[in-house]
Nanobody, 124 residues
Framework: QVQLVESGGGLVQAGGSLRLSCAAS????????MGWFRQAPGKEREFVAA????????YYADFVKVRFTISRDNAKNTVFLQMNSLKPEDTAVYFC?????????????????WGQGTQVTVSS
């Protein structure tokens, strides 16, 4: 049974930082590119960042470039999202997802496994 379990969300003031983690089990992690998406209330789920199977290639949405960093530890089957300089508009539920596609991918339809999400709330 495949499981993706996110952690690290919480309440933070604007300008603060959070580090999200996503622990994967039940799949061959090194065969999976990984992505982070987010969904705010009343909005569509949107792409945040993606990382290739080996971690050598990353891709970011324009609105998080420089502020967020995606990384992975294949020995621990875990992907991370370091979020700095957080803004109130970053408030959302953040999801990690796994895909068999090579490289990086921003289309949520190309991801076949999803976590339950972790809430990030940024206060002004």
């Amino acid at each position: 049974q495949v499981q993706l379990v996110e952690s690290g969300g919480g309440l933070v003031q604007a300008g603060g930082s959070l580090r999200l983690s996503c622990a994967a089990s039940g799949l061959t992690f090194t065969n999976r590119a990984m992505g982070w998406f987010r969904q705010a209330p009343g909005k569509e789920r949107e792409f945040v960042a993606a990382i290739s199977r080996g971690g050598g290639t990353t891709y970011y949405a324009d609105f998080v470039k420089v502020r967020f960093t995606i990384s992975r530890d294949n020995a621990k089957n875990t992907v991370f999202l370091q979020m700095n300089s957080l803004k109130p508009e970053d408030t959302a539920v953040y999801f990690c997802a796994a895909t068999l596609y090579y490289g990086t991918n921003s289309n949520p339809k190309n991801y076949d496994y999803w976590g339950q999400g972790t809430q990030v709330t940024v206060s002004s």
